[in-house]
T-cell receptor
C-alpha cells in the first residue's frame, strides 16, 4: 500500500514569507508526527497528533510554527515569517495507534531552504 | 534533561568488519528503544525495537541490539557488514511511556567495498 507522502519535496522561500508543508499519512494510521532534521542535529520532535488533536506541541520552536490535522488524515505544518534558521528537512511520520511501542513510518521529507 | 547520545558521528569500515554503534540515554525509568536507518535516497525506516522481554533484539538485515539497563545503553551490532549497510543510523528512545520519541543525532556509516 501507499506510504507516507509529503509535499512539496523541496521548497525555497525568501526570509519573511510563510510556507505550508503537507503530510499524507498511511491510510488508517491514527497518529501523526512532525520532526525537523537539521544538518548534524538528528531529528527534532515538533508535534504529535492523535486523530485531529495535538496532545503534545512541546517541540514547536516558536509561535511562528503551527500545525493542524483534518479528518484524522492530512496534516499541514505552517511556518510564518520564515527565518534562515528554519532551513531544514521537515519529516512526517505516522503510526497505527500512537502507542509508544508502535513503529513510525516516515515520509520522504520536505527540504526547506530560506534565503 | 532527557537525552539520547550516539557516540560516533561518522564510522568507516571495510566489508566483513564487525560493527558496534553506541547509544546511551539519560533517564532512569522505563524506556522503549528503537534503531532507525536511512539508506541513501530512502526514507527513514525501523531497523529494530525493544520494549520488553529478551534484552537482545534481532532486527532486519542481520542487525541486533542489546539493552543493558544498568548502563543505560542500547548498542547496535552486526558481526559482518556489507557495502549495502552504508547509511545513517539513528537511535531513538521513548521515555516515561509518553508519546514522544527522542532521537539521537545519528551515525553515518560508510562501508568500503
Amino acid at each position: 500500500g501507499a506510504g507516507v507522502s509529503q509535499s512539496p519535496s523541496n521548497k525555497v522561500t525568501e526570509k519573511g514569507k510563510d510556507v505550508e508543508l503537507r503530510c499524507d499519512p498511511i491510510s488508517g494510521h491514527t497518529a501523526l508526527y512532525w520532526y525537523r532534521q537539521s544538518l548534524g542535529q538528528g531529528l527534532e520532535f515538533l508535534i504529535y497528533f492523535q486523530g485531529n488533536s495535538a496532545p503534545d506541541k512541546s517541540g514547536l520552536p516558536s509561535d511562528r510554527f503551527s500545525a493542524e490535522r483534518t479528518g484524522g488524515s492530512v496534516s499541514t505544518l505552517t511556518i510564518q515569517r520564515t527565518q534562515q534558521e528554519d532551513s531544514a528537512v521537515y519529516l512526517c511520520a505516522s503510526s497505527l495507534t500512537g502507542i509508544n511501542t508502535d513503529t513510525q513510518y516516515f515520509g520522504p521529507g520536505t527540504r526547506l531552504t530560506v534565503l | 534533561a532527557q537525552s539520547v547520545s550516539q557516540h560516533n558521528h561518522h564510522v568507516i569500515l571495510s566489508e566483513a568488519a564487525s560493527l558496534e554503534l553506541g547509544c546511551n540515554y539519560s533517564y532512569g525509568g522505563t524506556v522503549n528503544l528503537f534503531w532507525y536507518v536511512q539508506y541513501p535516497g530512502q526514507h527513514l525506516q525501523l531497523l529494530l525495537k525493544y520494549f520488553s522481554g529478551d534484552p537482545l533484539v534481532k532486527g532486519i538485515k542481520g542487525f541486533e541490539a542489546e539493552f543493558i539497563k544498568s548502563k543505560f545503553s542500547f548498542n547496535l551490532r552486526k558481526p559482518s557488514v556489507q557495502w549495502s549497510d552504508t547509511a545513517e543510523y539513528f537511535c531513538a528512545v521513548n521515555m516515561n511511556r509518553d508519546d514522544k520519541i527522542i532521537f539521537g543525532k545519528g551515525t553515518r556509516l560508510h562501508i568500503l567495498p
